[in-house]
């Protein structure tokens, strides 16, 4: 059977975008680590899963009714932290929203509709915005790293969607956004 690589995410709006990028960039010139730059830049709320083509259009239904009864939110970044000995990222200040959306999207992936087999992240999800992964090397990461832990970024922005992310063969595209409940005062 068939399958498609896909991924939830939250993209952050063009301004906060070429900010992160910037920094992705600079990683990628003083250090080295340049796969981060073929990725969009983002906040995962679900990691990459394969579907069949002929199944992805009901989660696609199930996701859309899902979102549409979640309300937007504000979500901040600032400064930098590490894991792995391997990724470098920007931290999501915590955020209940934020936390209780990725639960219920795994819910209904995981538990409600099996869309998806593996398990979940849920126990260990922690937000993020990657700035290098993958090709960072254990001394590229301690270089990165060492300027890195005592540098501030912070950035603010209203999430009023989600995108559903998928592999064509070489780039990550945008194949749908999910608008949020928006509330009005």
Not at 73 to 94: C, K, M, Q, Y
Not at 108 to 137: C, F, Q
Request: net charge positive; charged share 25%; glycine share 2%.
């Amino acid at each position: 059977m068939n399958t498609d690589l896909y991924f939830l995410a939250i993209l952050p709006p063009d301004d906060v975008c070429d900010r992160v990028r910037a920094v992705q960039q600079e990683i990628a010139e003083r250090f080295g680590p340049k796969r981060i730059l073929k990725i969009p830049v983002h906040i995962t709320l679900e990691p990459p899963f394969r579907l069949p083509a002929e199944t992805a259009q009901h989660m696609v239904d199930h996701l859309r009714t899902l979102f549409a009864t979640r309300p937007g939110f504000t979500l901040e970044l600032r400064n930098f932290g590490s894991f792995r000995h391997s990724v470098v990222f920007i931290e999501v200040a915590p955020n209940l929203e934020l936390l209780e959306l990725h639960s219920k999207t795994s819910a209904l992936l995981r538990e409600e509709h099996a869309y998806i087999k593996e398990k979940s992240w849920r126990e260990g999800y922690t937000p993020h915005m990657t700035v290098a992964n993958r090709d960072v090397t254990p001394q590229a990461h301690r270089a990165i790293w060492a300027e890195f832990n005592t540098r501030k970024f912070h950035a603010r922005f209203e999430v009023n969607s989600v995108a559903l992310l998928k592999h064509d063969g070489n780039v990550w595209q945008t194949q749908r956004q999910f608008e949020l409940m928006q509330i009005k005062i």
